[in-house]
């Protein structure tokens, strides 16, 4: 089965401070997306990338960046923590699209509950 | 602007009895379809897809229906277990760039009664 390891579970920061949230795929897809999930908001996308080294903006991507240097990993980067980022973060990565379903299936991780005060 | 989004916030159901979670979406170019259930403190799992050219599509106790014309999706669960208890997401795909971008459902969470 697809692991997708998120380094935290629970994280606690204050703010102004800069955040590292980590990402581990263990299935050498090239596909990984970084979403934030909010009460009734459902899950909104923050950044993706579909190769080492590339990145493309989600639908909201202001006050974060990404870095993928190595294929298995994604890292989500608050540069200056915000009460507002207070939420869950969920990593998820799949393989290349290729139009058959299985290529479009995201498997996530648990998730990194970011509290900032 | 184009959004996916969901009738019924919690549906509580009789332990045995059949589930119908709904979603309506408005982006009529969207193609793909997905079911996600996310358990408590896990993350969302896929359920069940389908594609825009099928109105029906049949897993283990899941059956996905999509009507296009009225742009509607639902998630049947038959012989709900305890097991089922979850917050639920529909998702749409849309296709950008080189890579998949879903749009996700705000969720249903389903409430199973022994």
């Known amino acids: 089965d697809v692991k997708v390891t998120q380094s935290s579970r629970y994280l606690v920061k204050r703010t102004g401070e800069k955040v590292f949230l980590e990402c581990v795929q263990d299935?050498?897809?090239?596909?990984m997306f970084w979403y934030r999930q909010d009460p009734g908001l459902g899950l909104r996308l923050i950044y993706f990338s579909y190769d080492v080294k590339m990145k493309e903006k989600g639908d909201i991507p202001e006050g974060y960046s990404v870095s993928r240097e190595k294929k298995e990993r994604f890292s989500l980067i608050l540069e200056s923590a915000s009460t507002n980022q207070t939420s869950m973060y969920l990593c998820?990565?799949?393989?290349?699209w290729g139009g058959g379903s299985a290529n479009e299936k995201l498997f996530f991780g648990s998730g990194t509950q970011l509290s900032v005060l | 602007g184009e959004s996916v989004g969901l009738h019924l916030p919690t549906l509580s159901v009789q332990e045995g009895d059949n589930s119908i979670i709904n979603c309506a979406y408005s982006?009529?170019?969207?193609?793909?379809f997905i079911w996600y259930k996310q358990e408590s403190g896990k993350g969302p799992q896929f359920i069940i897809d389908i594609r825009s050219n099928m109105d029906k599509r049949q897993g283990q106790r899941v059956t996905v229906l999509l009507n296009k014309t009225v742009k509607h999706l639902s998630l049947q669960i038959a012989a709900t277990q305890p097991g089922d208890s979850a917050v639920y997401f529909c998702a749409e795909n849309r296709r950008e760039n080189a890579g998949n971008m879903l749009t996700f459902g705000g969720g249903t969470r389903l409430m199973v009664k022994p």
């Open positions: 998820a990565s799949s393989r290349r």
């Open positions: 299935m050498d897809h090239e596909n």
């Open positions: 982006n009529s170019a969207s193609d793909y």
